[in-house]
């Protein structure tokens, strides 16, 4: 793992334990003001001396409880040393403060990972990605902690999109490849939580997923994914992650893998819908109705499953079970454009000219706010403008 730099500059750090010389000797806080506890709190922190910086800190703040900017530098202070439970009740105040602050509710999401509130953690570190965080490295500290978190919570495919970034930036650190490896392997671990005898597994996954998170598939992913299912032949997803890198370019080899998943997993309904989808792409539809019906008895809240049964339906003639099982997709997934574009052809195939005109002006907007999302996306890494240090985290 790769453990990033503080969050402030390192000389607070190497300073930390020098005591106040004479010379800077003061008299008694309390005949001190506001605004004089303020400044020997900032002299403090710029000459390395922390446990001074806090001391002046919580006095002021004692004075003056709605000092935001107290409050942000005791949290940052806090941070460097490790102290999280205090620190996340610092950012806590500047977040009530600056509800818009996404670098505010990034250090709060850290501080509560790290306190092992995952939770609350995956909650204020998804608003403060969708609200933008200035600084490049904790933006990269807060994407890597979201996708191993959504991981956690069985949510792969959204781990993977998270990762991608990194991938695409050339980010291969170990704590990445893990993340991809529990991401193509569908396995409900943080990577401090793979058990040992499976810690090379999902390393070997991992680089292969890093590969085709790039978007091309390459030589060394191939060969990573070779190795993997030569290695691993009964490892539950392993043909599923391998299939997944050969569909785009190598159908019919994807197929055999799914198939080999199948064979292994009958009810993996990932694959059933993988082939599914394939044989629709392909014009097989009376092929694909078994399969996709399969899969939405397995997975009936997947509306994945739903648009592959809906659309099987629907071109082998069962037009009004066809709508039914896209209305019900909608209702799982109302924000997802392919339900909505596979829902109008279903109206429009059943006459229903006015719901279908709706459908497809509802598919137009969405599919409008989805490429204007993947348009500008957010950096996970960099150095900030600023200069400043990244916090202490590993990924």
């Known amino acids: 793992m790769v453990f990033l730099a503080p969050l402030l500059a390192s000389p607070l750090i190497l300073a930390a334990a020098a005591p106040p010389s004479a010379a800077t000797a003061s008299p008694a806080p309390a005949a001190l003001s506001f605004e004089q506890l303020a400044s020997r709190a900032e002299k403090a922190r710029e000459a390395g001396r922390t446990e001074e910086a806090i001391r002046y800190l919580r006095l002021g703040l004692a004075r003056k409880p709605s000092w935001a900017e107290g409050w942000w530098s005791l949290g940052t202070v806090l941070y460097d040393l490790g102290g999280y439970a205090e620190a996340r009740d610092a950012f806590r105040r500047v977040a009530a403060a600056q509800p818009e602050n996404g670098l ?59 990762l991608r ?31 040992a005898d499976k810690r090379e597994l999902v390393v070997m996954a991992g680089r292969g997923g890093f590969q085709m998170a790039k978007g091309r598939r390459s030589e060394a992913g191939r060969l990573a994914f070779e190795e993997l299912a030569m290695r691993y032949p009964t490892e539950a997803n392993v043909h599923y992650a391998y299939g997944t890198f050969l569909l785009p370019d190598e159908p019919d080899r994807a197929l055999e893998e799914f198939r080999r998943e199948l064979r292994r997993s009958p009810n993996h309904y990932l694959a059933l819908l993988q082939i599914a989808f394939e044989q629709i792409k392909r014009g097989e539809y009376a092929e694909a109705l078994p399969n996709a019906e399969k899969a939405a008895a397995l997975a009936p809240t997947l509306h994945a499953a739903r648009n592959a049964l809906g659309r099987a339906l629907l071109e082998t003639g069962q037009v009004e079970r ?74």
């Open 104 to 162: 505010v509710l990034a250090l709060k999401g850290l501080c509560e990972f790290q306190l092992g509130g995952h939770e609350r953690a995956l909650d204020d570190l998804q608003r403060a990605r969708t609200l933008g965080i200035s600084r490049p490295e904790v933006m990269a500290a807060a994407s890597y902690d979201v996708a191993i978190l959504l991981n956690r919570y069985e949510r792969y495919e959204a781990a993977f999109d998270v």
């Open 165 to 195: 970034d990194f991938a695409l930036q050339g980010k291969d650190s170990l704590g990445v490849i893990e993340a991809l490896g529990l991401s193509l392997l569908r396995l409900p671990y943080l990577p401090s939580e793979i058990p």
């Open 322 to 395: 066809a709508v039914a099982e896209l209305e019900a997709g909608i209702r799982l997934a109302p924000a997802s454009p392919e339900m909505r574009f596979a829902l109008a052809r279903a109206y429009q195939r059943a006459g229903r000219a006015d719901d279908a005109a709706r459908e497809r002006a509802e598919f137009l907007r969405l599919d409008r706010e989805a490429r204007s999302a993947r348009a500008g996306p957010q950096s996970v890494g960099g150095k900030s403008a600023d200069g400043a240090s990244p916090p202490p985290h590993q990924y």
